[in-house]
């Protein structure tokens, strides 16, 4: 499949490793081609090495503008910094989104205030319903954002049953997006769709939790297993 991947961080390298190496056809999508491969910054604080030596390891993955990516995507996943992530999408374009899955991934953390983060937004409203709203005919499905980046494409670092969420209003989508997730390892029955995109007020929330959990074990590989009990007798 043709997927465009829009984010050249952490979430873009792993995502776009891992679907290559599954046989997908990928182009990673950024502000600036140039820009990027000029770059010597590490990436996600020293987890992967900056963007063109990465590169050099990937000669598969294709480096383009945002709506260059978009554009050859039949899927595209949303993998910028959320407090842009409204930007980047712009950037894409909606003529280059239009009728498409667009799995995002994004968190829409505020650093500005210093660790841990704020969210942007929350309580009534979310950074997954914003992108819906501002692209009205683009199928969004809210996943992923919950786990860190190497989890997110190799569930199995962490022993033993954990979940992942699903939001989203179009339900075809949804389960075209579980047969990705389920091809990067995770199971189907640990897969919990919420339902509709507003649910996904309640995975982006999760991340003020996510984050005080990696500050207290110093440790990314981290999930959440919800265990459910018998319903109780009235
Ligand atoms: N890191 C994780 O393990 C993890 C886990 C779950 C969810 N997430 C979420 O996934 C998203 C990506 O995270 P990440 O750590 O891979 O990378 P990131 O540093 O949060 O985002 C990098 C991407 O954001 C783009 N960007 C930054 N400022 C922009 C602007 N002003 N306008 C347009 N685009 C801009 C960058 O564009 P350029 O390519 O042009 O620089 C780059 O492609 C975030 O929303 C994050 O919260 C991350």
């Known amino acids: 499949v043709n997927i465009g991947i829009l984010g050249t961080g952490m979430v873009g390298q792993t995502l776009a490793g891992k ?4 046989g997908h056809n990928i182009v990673v999508g950024t502000r600036n081609v140039a820009v990027t491969l000029a770059s010597v910054t590490p990436t996600g604080y020293g987890a992967l090495p900056p963007y063109h030596v990465w590169q050099k390891d990937h000669p598969k993955v294709k480096l383009a503008t945002f709506a260059e990516a978009a554009a050859h995507g039949e899927i595209v996943m949303n993998c910028t910094s959320g407090m842009n992530s409204l930007e980047a999408l712009k950037l894409a374009g909606e003529i280059n989104l239009d009728g498409k ?3 995002d991934a994004s968190n829409p953390l505020d650093f500005s205030q210093g660790i841990p983060p704020m969210l942007s937004v929350s309580n ?3 950074l997954a319903e914003q992108i819906q709203r501002m692209f009205p005919r683009v199928r969004v499905v809210k996943t992923l ?13 962490i022993p033993g049953d954990h979940n992942l969420f699903l939001s989203g209003n179009d339900d075809e989508a949804k389960l075209d997006v579980i047969t990705m997730l389920t ?8 897969i919990i769709d919420l339902g509709d995109i507003t649910t996904a007020r309640g995975t982006e929330q999760y991340l ?8 207290k074990l110093q440790n990314p590989m981290l999930n959440i297993h919800i265990a459910v009990g018998d319903p109780p007798k009235m």
């Open 19 to 22: 679907l290559t190496e599954l």
């Open 101 to 103: 899955i667009l799995i």
């Open 124 to 126: 009534t409203d979310s």
């Open 145 to 157: 954002n919950t786990v860190n980046a190497f989890v997110m494409v190799n569930p199995s670092v």
């Open 183 to 190: 091809s990067f390892g995770w199971k189907a029955n640990n």
């Open 208 to 215: 003020a939790l996510w984050v005080r959990l990696y500050g």
